[in-house]
Antibody, heavy 119, light 110 residues
Framework: EVQLAESGGGLVQPGGSLRLSCAAS????????MSWVRQAPGKGLEWVSS????????YYADSVKGRFTVSRDNSKNTLDLQMHSLRAEDTAFYYC????????????WGQGTLVTVSS | QTVVTQEPSFSVSPGGTVTLTCGLS?????????PSWYQQTPGQSPRTLIY???TRSSGVPDRFSGSILENKAALTITGAQADDESDYYC??????????FGGGTKLTVL
Protein backbone atom coordinates (compact mmCIF):
# COMPACT_ATOMS: atom_id res chain seq x y z
CA GLU A 1 0.00 0.00 0.00
CA VAL A 2 1.36 3.39 -1.00
CA GLN A 3 1.85 5.67 1.98
CA LEU A 4 3.13 9.24 2.12
CA ALA A 5 3.64 10.84 5.53
CA GLU A 6 4.56 14.50 5.85
CA SER A 7 6.20 16.02 8.89
CA GLY A 8 7.93 19.20 9.97
CA GLY A 9 5.10 21.70 9.89
CA GLY A 10 4.55 24.24 12.64
CA LEU A 11 4.45 27.90 13.58
CA VAL A 12 7.23 30.10 12.24
CA GLN A 13 7.75 33.85 12.24
CA PRO A 14 7.78 35.84 8.99
CA GLY A 15 11.22 35.67 7.46
CA GLY A 16 11.94 32.38 9.15
CA SER A 17 12.79 28.95 7.78
CA LEU A 18 11.28 25.49 8.02
CA ARG A 19 12.06 22.08 6.54
CA LEU A 20 9.30 19.68 5.63
CA SER A 21 9.82 15.99 5.03
CA CYS A 22 7.76 13.27 3.41
CA ALA A 23 8.41 9.61 4.15
CA ALA A 24 7.34 7.32 1.32
CA SER A 25 6.60 3.60 1.41
CA UNK A 26 4.74 0.93 -0.53
CA UNK A 27 6.28 1.71 -3.93
CA UNK A 28 9.68 2.01 -5.57
CA UNK A 29 10.31 5.61 -4.58
CA UNK A 30 13.33 6.11 -6.81
CA UNK A 31 11.32 5.51 -9.98
CA UNK A 32 8.69 8.22 -9.50
CA UNK A 33 8.79 12.00 -9.72
CA MET A 34 7.38 13.71 -6.65
CA SER A 35 5.77 17.05 -5.91
CA TRP A 36 4.74 19.34 -3.10
CA VAL A 37 1.26 20.87 -3.29
CA ARG A 38 -0.15 23.35 -0.81
CA GLN A 39 -3.55 24.63 0.22
CA ALA A 40 -4.07 27.83 2.13
CA PRO A 41 -6.96 27.75 4.62
CA GLY A 42 -10.24 27.95 2.72
CA LYS A 43 -8.49 28.15 -0.65
CA GLY A 44 -7.74 25.83 -3.55
CA LEU A 45 -4.82 23.55 -4.30
CA GLU A 46 -1.58 25.09 -5.57
CA TRP A 47 1.33 23.15 -7.06
CA VAL A 48 4.53 24.27 -5.34
CA SER A 49 7.46 22.20 -6.58
CA SER A 50 8.39 18.99 -8.35
CA UNK A 51 11.52 16.84 -8.54
CA UNK A 52 12.61 14.19 -10.99
CA UNK A 53 13.39 10.60 -10.08
CA UNK A 54 17.10 11.23 -9.65
CA UNK A 55 16.69 14.69 -8.14
CA UNK A 56 18.60 16.18 -11.03
CA UNK A 57 15.67 18.26 -12.25
CA UNK A 58 13.62 20.50 -10.01
CA TYR A 59 10.83 22.94 -10.76
CA TYR A 60 9.11 25.64 -8.73
CA ALA A 61 6.03 27.81 -8.80
CA ASP A 62 6.87 31.48 -9.29
CA SER A 63 5.45 32.21 -5.84
CA VAL A 64 8.22 30.21 -4.13
CA LYS A 65 11.09 30.33 -6.60
CA GLY A 66 14.32 31.40 -4.94
CA ARG A 67 12.97 30.75 -1.45
CA PHE A 68 12.09 27.03 -1.47
CA THR A 69 14.33 24.08 -2.36
CA VAL A 70 13.07 20.57 -3.03
CA SER A 71 15.31 17.54 -2.60
CA ARG A 72 15.03 13.78 -2.24
CA ASP A 73 17.04 10.93 -0.75
CA ASN A 74 16.28 7.77 -2.70
CA SER A 75 18.29 5.67 -0.22
CA LYS A 76 15.94 6.74 2.58
CA ASN A 77 12.74 7.12 0.52
CA THR A 78 12.29 10.68 1.65
CA LEU A 79 11.28 13.93 -0.02
CA ASP A 80 12.12 17.28 1.57
CA LEU A 81 11.11 20.90 1.11
CA GLN A 82 13.41 23.52 2.60
CA MET A 83 11.56 26.81 2.98
CA HIS A 84 13.29 30.14 3.63
CA SER A 85 12.11 33.75 3.89
CA LEU A 86 8.65 32.58 4.81
CA ARG A 87 5.74 34.95 4.37
CA ALA A 88 2.23 35.06 5.78
CA GLU A 89 0.93 33.93 2.38
CA ASP A 90 2.92 30.70 2.69
CA THR A 91 0.56 29.62 5.48
CA ALA A 92 -1.03 26.42 4.22
CA PHE A 93 -1.33 22.69 4.47
CA TYR A 94 1.56 21.18 2.53
CA TYR A 95 1.00 17.83 0.83
CA CYS A 96 3.51 15.59 -0.84
CA UNK A 97 2.17 13.86 -3.91
CA UNK A 98 3.41 11.02 -6.09
CA UNK A 99 3.33 11.43 -9.85
CA UNK A 100 1.53 8.56 -11.57
CA UNK A 101 4.09 8.12 -14.35
CA UNK A 102 6.89 10.40 -15.54
CA UNK A 103 5.53 13.94 -14.97
CA UNK A 104 1.88 12.93 -15.17
CA UNK A 105 -0.02 14.34 -12.22
CA UNK A 106 -0.63 12.76 -9.00
CA UNK A 107 -2.12 9.43 -8.02
CA UNK A 108 -1.31 9.40 -4.30
CA TRP A 109 -1.26 12.07 -1.62
CA GLY A 110 -0.12 12.36 1.95
CA GLN A 111 -2.24 13.64 4.80
CA GLY A 112 -0.50 17.00 4.84
CA THR A 113 1.34 19.10 7.39
CA LEU A 114 0.31 22.60 8.43
CA VAL A 115 2.70 25.51 8.15
CA THR A 116 1.65 28.71 9.87
CA VAL A 117 3.65 31.88 9.29
CA SER A 118 2.77 34.45 11.89
CA SER A 119 4.36 36.72 14.44
CA GLN B 1 0.79 32.69 -16.95
CA THR B 2 -1.21 29.53 -17.52
CA VAL B 3 -4.68 29.54 -16.00
CA VAL B 4 -6.82 26.44 -15.56
CA THR B 5 -10.52 27.15 -15.35
CA GLN B 6 -13.28 25.26 -13.56
CA GLU B 7 -16.87 26.12 -12.79
CA PRO B 8 -16.91 27.67 -9.29
CA SER B 9 -20.04 25.78 -8.35
CA PHE B 10 -22.46 23.22 -9.69
CA SER B 11 -25.60 21.57 -8.46
CA VAL B 12 -26.99 18.12 -9.22
CA SER B 13 -30.06 16.23 -8.06
CA PRO B 14 -29.66 12.90 -6.28
CA GLY B 15 -29.47 10.19 -8.93
CA GLY B 16 -28.66 12.72 -11.61
CA THR B 17 -25.67 13.15 -13.88
CA VAL B 18 -23.28 16.07 -13.84
CA THR B 19 -20.24 16.94 -15.95
CA LEU B 20 -17.58 19.22 -14.52
CA THR B 21 -15.09 20.76 -16.91
CA CYS B 22 -11.47 21.91 -16.83
CA GLY B 23 -10.21 24.36 -19.41
CA LEU B 24 -6.88 25.87 -20.34
CA SER B 25 -6.39 29.61 -20.91
CA UNK B 26 -3.83 29.01 -23.63
CA UNK B 27 -6.02 26.76 -25.73
CA UNK B 28 -7.35 23.23 -25.89
CA UNK B 29 -6.82 20.54 -23.29
CA UNK B 30 -5.42 17.33 -24.73
CA UNK B 31 -4.41 13.95 -23.40
CA UNK B 32 -0.85 15.32 -23.30
CA UNK B 33 -1.94 17.48 -20.38
CA UNK B 34 -2.79 14.23 -18.51
CA PRO B 35 -5.82 15.83 -16.81
CA SER B 36 -6.48 14.47 -13.37
CA TRP B 37 -9.33 14.95 -10.93
CA TYR B 38 -9.48 15.04 -7.16
CA GLN B 39 -12.29 15.09 -4.62
CA GLN B 40 -11.84 16.89 -1.34
CA THR B 41 -14.10 17.26 1.66
CA PRO B 42 -13.39 19.74 4.46
CA GLY B 43 -10.50 18.74 6.69
CA GLN B 44 -9.38 15.92 4.42
CA SER B 45 -6.51 15.55 1.99
CA PRO B 46 -7.42 15.26 -1.69
CA ARG B 47 -8.67 11.91 -2.90
CA THR B 48 -7.60 10.91 -6.40
CA LEU B 49 -10.55 10.05 -8.63
CA ILE B 50 -9.13 10.09 -12.15
CA TYR B 51 -5.60 10.49 -13.50
CA UNK B 52 -4.17 10.62 -17.00
CA UNK B 53 -7.51 11.68 -18.51
CA UNK B 54 -9.57 8.57 -17.78
CA THR B 55 -7.79 6.15 -15.43
CA ARG B 56 -9.87 5.57 -12.34
CA SER B 57 -7.91 5.39 -9.11
CA SER B 58 -8.15 2.22 -7.07
CA GLY B 59 -11.46 1.92 -5.25
CA VAL B 60 -13.19 4.71 -7.16
CA PRO B 61 -16.64 3.62 -8.35
CA ASP B 62 -17.33 3.58 -12.07
CA ARG B 63 -19.91 6.33 -11.53
CA PHE B 64 -16.91 8.63 -11.97
CA SER B 65 -15.40 8.91 -15.42
CA GLY B 66 -12.95 11.22 -17.13
CA SER B 67 -12.74 12.34 -20.73
CA ILE B 68 -11.89 15.17 -23.11
CA LEU B 69 -15.02 16.99 -24.30
CA GLU B 70 -15.00 19.95 -26.67
CA ASN B 71 -11.37 20.85 -25.92
CA LYS B 72 -11.77 20.63 -22.17
CA ALA B 73 -11.13 17.87 -19.67
CA ALA B 74 -14.34 16.58 -18.16
CA LEU B 75 -15.34 14.66 -15.06
CA THR B 76 -18.74 13.02 -15.29
CA ILE B 77 -20.55 11.74 -12.23
CA THR B 78 -23.56 9.53 -12.89
CA GLY B 79 -26.12 8.52 -10.28
CA ALA B 80 -25.05 11.33 -7.95
CA GLN B 81 -25.19 10.51 -4.26
CA ALA B 82 -25.32 12.72 -1.20
CA ASP B 83 -21.73 11.95 -0.29
CA ASP B 84 -20.57 13.20 -3.68
CA GLU B 85 -21.11 16.69 -2.28
CA SER B 86 -17.50 17.92 -2.19
CA ASP B 87 -14.97 20.19 -3.81
CA TYR B 88 -13.53 18.85 -7.05
CA TYR B 89 -10.18 19.94 -8.43
CA CYS B 90 -8.58 19.27 -11.78
CA UNK B 91 -4.91 19.57 -12.59
CA UNK B 92 -3.17 19.79 -15.94
CA UNK B 93 0.45 19.09 -16.80
CA UNK B 94 1.72 22.04 -18.84
CA UNK B 95 5.29 20.93 -19.47
CA UNK B 96 8.72 21.35 -17.88
CA UNK B 97 7.69 19.49 -14.75
CA UNK B 98 4.95 22.01 -13.99
CA UNK B 99 1.36 21.18 -13.10
CA UNK B 100 -1.40 23.76 -12.72
CA PHE B 101 -4.56 23.31 -10.68
CA GLY B 102 -7.92 24.74 -11.44
CA GLY B 103 -9.69 26.80 -8.81
CA GLY B 104 -12.02 23.96 -7.90
CA THR B 105 -15.74 23.30 -8.26
CA LYS B 106 -18.01 23.11 -5.26
CA LEU B 107 -20.60 20.43 -6.03
CA THR B 108 -23.91 20.48 -4.23
CA VAL B 109 -26.23 17.48 -4.31
CA LEU B 110 -29.83 18.54 -3.68
Amino acid sequence: EVQLAESGGGLVQPGGSLRLSCAASGFTFSTYAMSWVRQAPGKGLEWVSSISTSGGSTYYADSVKGRFTVSRDNSKNTLDLQMHSLRAEDTAFYYCAKHSNSWRPFDYWGQGTLVTVSS
Amino acid sequence: QTVVTQEPSFSVSPGGTVTLTCGLSSGSVSTSNYPSWYQQTPGQSPRTLIYSTNTRSSGVPDRFSGSILENKAALTITGAQADDESDYYCVLYVGSGISVFGGGTKLTVL
